[in-house]
């Protein structure tokens, strides 16, 4: 007789594996034990060596579905003599290594249960077992067990405590286990707090409500939803006003595949995709005569779609079966409410119902958004369903933890702990004290929850975000970094890039080391060195600073000002001019003119906003990036009769120039000509395309490492990758984590990671 001890890591608590491990312990006549701790789990078995070996194939081929095993050590250790297999009670004690699941989406088995009238969770909307159910939202400590959730509450009745000790039962050890006689419930509210109705009362209230046109406030895994009609032009015009939302698209939930296919265009990539235990928004394709309200994605062909992924969106849609608004639970630029009575206060005004329960949520966690591009996911929002999974990329001989706290848009924090990098969910812009608040508590939750004290923080060279500002706050060593350096370190790191790489990170603003914007860059990487600056956009002004990030037309005056001095205020046939007064015109010149409020950037972002502008697509935003988005959306299937000329223009001075300005004469030459104006669109993202070739060659470096969220543009990603491919080079772009600001914090945490392990404490040998 023989006798192995196996320690496995990764997200192997909450998922049936103890139950996994019981079953082919038993089938292989062997004794032993195992059991959950703050690694993961460790199991001991005794047997002959055969049915060792053969339970060891067994462990590795058979595991659960949702089971993500990142570490697998197997030992000999000396028989004892066991004459059973055991689950024992869980190990609290120890170093927190174990990994916890995202909240994931209704598995078919509880979904099937909750429609059939002869089972006893029989439409009830807090069904799970563990394949799925929420996570990452309720624990409160490693190990996950029911004592460390925010379930420690709901004592479970006979039957549910049955399936929990049953290792044959999928609910063993489902740690929310639970049914109508023990379990959380229902109610529904009006907008003063007071009871309507309870439990399927108030379900099938909240159903009729929704058919009426009014707008509820539904409490899901992570936080409320903002629900209502999605076929209602009035219904959505009146969200919209509520909450503050101009035009920025809504996300629909429709009922099922059928719905999704009569709403839009949904490859079996996308459809995955949308039915996967991450159950994301996916971007779709709209359909011209879908039977959603042209508001809830107004001038733009894409539609945020999302299958119910809870039970309770799941007996919604079957009560409703129409398409739903699902919108995060919060004004706009506010976190997403998790709390009922924060819910009652933040969301009064703009909710008419509350659909509340009384399970606790403990941290927020929001809807993720996703589209498929060239044939793989790419994330948008990083939350339900993906975090708090780590990306293994980090160091495995770091020994000390770095905190990285993102940028200000679209943040998100980050704790590297030797090779894994924990990506917290997507938190927001910190713009408002509502996210700022939400921001810290995330930033200390994650040290705390696996209990690694940050040695290093790494923040954004900014001085003036809310995020730098924190870190500063903290009292431990701070090492600023360049957003667009981070940028490049997360997208190689991200796709395990080292050695000569070059890096091309193109998006909206960043502080710049030499005092100005940055925005359109391309680094050089050679073997462990820092990043070079080797070229950029040419610079230009933006009149007005960060309103012109708000307005496209002043980022459209201040090219035009580069490119013919003060000669632009004779152009006004152009749309971006007209839409300023004659006086305003001339107070920009000044301005311009003195270099007052008006900083220069190296922005393509700011470049695709000048040229949208000029085109006559958009020139005020109404939410971020709309204006690169609309540029998008009008050169989507348009054939250009070749690219604008954009040359790569070498400086003795610095780093060369990718020139713009005979790109502008040749757009204006065809806005004369009244070309078309998706014709315009397509020989403009041409040129970016040929921009980056260009630079390649130029840098002579073969992979090329695309980041930065103007590389969430479809055309300019897809002509981007089909060009460098052509050209000879290797482009790697963003799947785990998003293009834009979501992925600074990993870029941050990779660069802190370098630091520790070079002993270094200055970032200035590293940038300069």
């Given at each position: 007789?023989?006798?192995?001890?196996?320690?496995?890591?990764?997200?192997?608590?909450?998922?049936?594996?103890?139950?996994?491990?019981?079953?082919?312990?038993?089938?292989?006549?062997?004794?032993?034990?195992?059991?959950?701790?703050?690694?993961?789990?460790?199991?001991?078995?005794?047997?002959?060596?055969?049915?060792?070996?053969?339970?060891?194939?067994?462990?590795?081929?058979?595991?659960?579905?949702?089971?993500?095993?990142?570490?697998?050590?197997?030992?000999?250790?000396?028989?004892?003599?066991?004459?059973?297999?055991?689950?024992?009670?869980?190990?609290?004690?120890?170093?927190?290594?174990?990994?916890?699941?995202?909240?994931?989406?209704?598995?078919?088995?509880?979904?099937?249960?909750?429609?059939?009238?002869?089972?006893?969770?029989?439409?009830?909307?807090?069904?799970?077992?563990?394949?799925?159910?929420?996570?990452?939202?309720?624990?409160?400590?490693?190990?996950?067990?029911?004592?460390?959730?925010?379930?420690?509450?709901?004592?479970?009745?006979?039957?549910?405590?049955?399936?929990?000790?049953?290792?044959?039962?999928?609910?063993?050890?489902?740690?929310?286990?639970?049914?109508?006689?023990?379990?959380?419930?229902?109610?529904?509210?009006?907008?003063?707090?007071?009871?309507?109705?309870?439990?399927?009362?108030?379900?099938?209230?909240?159903?009729?409500?929704?058919?009426?046109?009014?707008?509820?406030?539904?409490?899901?895994?992570?936080?409320?939803?903002?629900?209502?009609?999605?076929r209602s032009e009035s219904v959505v015009g009146e969200?919209?006003?509520?909450?503050?939302?101009?035009?920025?698209?809504?996300?629909?939930?429709?009922?099922?595949?059928?719905?999704?296919?009569?709403?839009?265009?949904?490859?079996?990539?996308?459809?995955?995709?949308?039915?996967?235990?991450?159950?994301?928004?996916?971007?779709?394709?709209?359909?011209?005569?879908?039977?959603?309200?042209?508001?809830?994605?107004?001038?733009?062909?894409?539609?945020?779609?999302?299958?119910?992924?809870?039970?309770?969106?799941?007996?919604?849609?079957?009560?409703?079966?129409?398409?739903?608004?699902?919108?995060?639970?919060?004004?706009?630029?506010?976190?997403?409410?998790?709390?009922?009575?924060?819910?009652?206060?933040?969301?009064?005004?703009?909710?008419?119902?509350?659909?509340?329960?009384?399970?606790?949520?403990?941290?927020?966690?929001?809807?993720?958004?996703?589209?498929?591009?060239?044939?793989?996911?790419?994330?948008?929002?990083?939350?339900?369903?993906?975090?708090?999974?780590?990306?293994?990329?980090?160091?495995?001989?770091?020994?000390?933890?770095?905190?990285?706290?993102?940028?200000?848009?679209?943040?998100?924090?980050?704790?590297?702990?030797?090779?894994?990098?924990?990506?917290?969910?997507?938190?927001?812009?910190?713009?408002?004290?509502?996210?700022?608040?939400?921001?810290?508590?995330?930033?200390?939750?994650?040290?705390?929850?696996?209990?690694?004290?940050?040695?290093?923080?790494?923040?954004?060279?900014?001085?003036?975000?809310?995020?730098?500002?924190?870190?500063?706050?903290?009292?431990?060593?701070?090492?600023p970094l360049q957003h667009h350096r981070a940028h490049?370190?997360?997208?190689?790191?991200?796709?395990?890039?080292?050695?000569?790489?070059?890096?091309?990170?193109?998006?909206?603003?960043?502080?710049?080391?030499?005092?100005?914007?940055?925005?359109?860059?391309?680094?050089?990487?050679?073997?462990?060195?820092?990043?070079?600056?080797?070229?950029?956009?040419?610079?230009?002004?933006?009149?007005?600073?960060?309103?012109?990030?708000?307005?496209?037309?002043?980022?459209?005056?201040?090219?035009?000002?580069?490119?013919?001095?003060?000669?632009?205020?004779?152009?006004?046939?152009?749309?971006?001019?007209?839409?300023?007064?004659?006086?305003?015109?001339?107070?920009?010149?000044?301005?311009?003119?003195?270099?007052?409020?008006?900083?220069?950037?190296?922005?393509?972002?700011?470049?695709?906003?000048?040229?949208?502008?000029?085109?006559?697509?958009?020139?005020?935003?109404?939410?971020?990036?709309?204006?690169?988005?609309?540029?998008?959306?009008?050169?989507?299937?348009?054939?250009?009769?070749?690219?604008?000329?954009?040359?790569?223009?070498?400086?003795?001075?610095?780093?060369?120039?990718?020139?713009?300005?005979?790109?502008?004469?040749?757009?204006?030459?065809?806005?004369?000509?009244?070309?078309?104006?998706?014709?315009?669109?397509?020989?403009?993202?041409?040129?970016?395309?040929?921009?980056?070739?260009?630079?390649?060659?130029?840098?002579?470096?073969?992979?090329?490492?695309?980041?930065?969220?103007?590389?969430?543009?479809?055309?300019?990603?897809?002509?981007?990758?089909?060009?460098?491919?052509?050209?000879?080079?290797?482009?790697?772009?963003?799947?785990?984590?998003?293009?834009?600001?979501?992925?600074?914090?990993?870029?941050?945490?990779?660069?802190?990671?370098?630091?520790?392990?070079?002993?270094?404490?200055?970032?200035?040998?590293?940038?300069?």
């Amino acid at each position: 007789m023989e006798r192995c001890r196996v320690e496995i890591g990764g997200a192997v608590q909450g998922v049936g594996f103890r139950p996994f491990v019981y079953r082919i312990a038993r089938d292989q006549r062997l004794t032993g034990w195992v059991e959950n701790n703050a690694c993961g789990v460790t199991l001991e078995v005794e047997g002959e060596r055969s049915d060792l070996d053969e339970f060891l194939l067994r462990l590795e081929s058979e595991r659960p579905a949702p089971a993500l095993v990142t570490n697998l050590q197997v030992a000999r250790v000396e028989a004892v003599g066991s004459k059973e297999f055991l689950i024992r009670e869980s190990e609290s004690g120890g170093p927190r290594r174990a990994l916890v699941l995202p909240d994931l989406a209704l598995c078919t088995e509880c979904a099937r249960e909750i429609r059939d009238p002869a089972n006893r969770r029989y439409r009830y909307p807090f069904t799970n077992c563990t394949h799925c159910g929420p996570r990452f939202s309720i624990i409160s400590a490693l190990p996950y067990d029911r004592p460390n959730t925010t379930m420690a509450g709901f004592q479970m009745c006979r039957e549910c405590r049955s399936e929990y000790d049953d290792p044959g039962d999928r609910r063993f050890h489902a740690q929310p286990n639970a049914c109508p006689a023990c379990g959380p419930s229902l109610a529904l509210l009006n907008a003063r707090g007071a009871l309507i109705a309870q439990d399927a009362g108030a379900l099938a209230a909240a159903a009729r409500a929704l058919g009426e046109g009014q707008i509820l406030a539904v409490k899901g895994v992570g936080g409320f939803h903002l629900m209502a009609d999605a076929r209602s032009e009035s219904v959505v015009g009146e969200l919209r006003a509520r909450k503050r939302r101009e035009e920025k698209p809504f996300a629909v939930m429709l009922p099922g595949a059928e719905a999704v296919a009569r709403c839009a265009f949904c490859s079996p990539e996308e459809l995955a995709l949308l039915e996967s235990p991450e159950a994301p928004i996916v971007l779709l394709r709209k359909r011209e005569l879908a039977s959603v309200a042209p508001g809830v994605a107004p001038g733009n062909p894409r539609l945020g779609v999302m299958l119910p992924n809870t039970p309770l969106q799941h007996l919604l849609a079957l009560e409703t079966d129409f398409p739903l608004i699902a919108t995060s639970g919060n004004l706009s630029d506010e976190p997403i409410c998790i709390d009922n009575d924060e819910a009652l206060s933040r969301l009064h005004g703009i909710a008419d119902l509350f659909l509340v329960h009384d399970r606790p949520i403990l941290r927020p966690v929001d809807d993720s958004v996703a589209r498929v591009e060239l044939g793989r996911t790419m994330l948008l929002r990083r939350a339900r369903g993906y975090a708090p999974l780590p990306l293994r990329v980090g160091d495995p001989s770091v020994g000390k933890a770095v905190l990285a706290v993102g940028a200000h848009l679209k943040s998100a924090i980050a704790l590297a702990t030797g090779q894994d990098v924990f990506v917290s969910q997507h938190i927001g812009d910190l713009e408002t004290n509502e996210a700022y608040r939400s921001f810290e508590r995330i930033a200390r939750d994650l040290p705390r929850f696996y209990d690694a004290a940050p040695a290093l923080v790494v923040a954004d060279l900014h001085p003036g975000y809310r995020s730098t500002r924190f870190a500063e706050s903290l009292g431990i060593p701070v090492v600023p970094l360049q957003h667009h350096r981070a940028h490049v370190l997360a997208c190689m790191a991200e796709n395990q890039l080292d050695g000569s790489v070059l890096g091309v990170a193109w998006d909206g603003t960043g502080a710049g080391e030499d005092g100005t914007i940055w925005g359109g860059e391309c680094f050089r990487s050679r073997g462990n060195g820092p990043l070079e600056r080797v070229a950029h956009l040419r610079p230009f002004a933006l009149p007005g600073g960060e309103t012109a990030v708000r307005e496209p037309r002043r980022s459209a005056i201040g090219l035009l000002r580069e490119e013919f001095g003060p000669d632009w205020l004779e152009m006004e046939g152009l749309a971006s001019i007209a839409a300023f007064t004659p006086s305003e015109r001339q107070v920009l010149e000044r301005a311009m003119a003195r270099g007052i409020n008006a900083p220069r950037t190296s922005s393509i972002g700011r470049l695709f906003d000048g040229v949208a502008a000029l085109l006559g697509a958009r020139q005020v935003h109404r939410y971020e990036g709309q204006a690169a988005m609309e540029l998008e959306a009008l050169s989507e299937g348009f054939e250009a009769s070749g690219s604008y000329p954009m040359p790569l223009v070498e400086r003795p001075d610095g780093p060369a120039w990718l020139d713009w300005g005979p790109m502008m004469r040749a757009i204006l030459g065809d806005l004369e000509a009244n070309a078309p104006a998706g014709v315009i669109g397509a020989r403009f993202h041409g040129a970016l395309i040929d921009g980056i070739v260009a630079t390649a060659h130029w840098a002579g470096v073969e992979p090329v490492a695309l980041a930065g969220g103007c590389f969430l543009n479809g055309v300019l990603l897809r002509g981007a990758v089909a060009e460098l491919r052509a050209a000879g080079f290797t482009p790697y772009w963003h799947s785990q984590v998003p293009p834009g600001d979501g992925s600074i914090c990993l870029g941050q945490a990779v660069y802190g990671q370098a630091i520790l392990a070079a002993g270094e404490a200055r970032l200035s040998d590293r940038q300069e």
